[in-house]
């Protein structure tokens, strides 16, 4: 069905067991570099260190809200606000590992009931 609005895409959705497949595969990675400085600390600073494991976290939350989130939740027309939106993403960004699951559970809920 086309959209009413310019230049609008349809986006696919994404199941709710793919979701959380990809929320467990960005956890590991994220466990596994955390590991990976925990070994390396002898041969690099601890700033360096740091560093990478916060690139990473930030990393995965940015491959998540752009491969999970954007399919996953179609945001209400009004509710779509700019501060809504960027709130909520920014949130769900920067406390990926907590958010996730509750997200993952409120959905499964809904489905459910």
């Not at 920014?90 to 958010?99: A, E």
Request: proline share 4%; with cysteine.
């Amino acid at each position: 069905m086309p959209s009413l609005l310019y230049g609008a895409r349809q986006t696919r959705g994404i199941s709710l067991s793919r979701a959380f497949f990809t929320y467990v595969t960005c956890l590991l990675v994220m466990l596994v570099v955390l590991k990976l400085a925990y070994f390396m600390r002898d041969d690099f600073s601890i700033p360096q260190l740091a560093i990478a494991a916060v690139g990473g976290y930030g990393a995965l939350g940015i491959t998540l809200n752009r491969a999970v989130l954007r399919h996953l939740i179609t945001w209400s027309r009004m509710w779509a606000t700019i501060s809504n939106i960027s709130s909520a993403r920014l949130h769900i960004l920067v406390l990926w590992p907590i958010m996730y699951p509750v997200l993952f559970i409120e959905l499964l809920i809904i489905k459910v009931l």
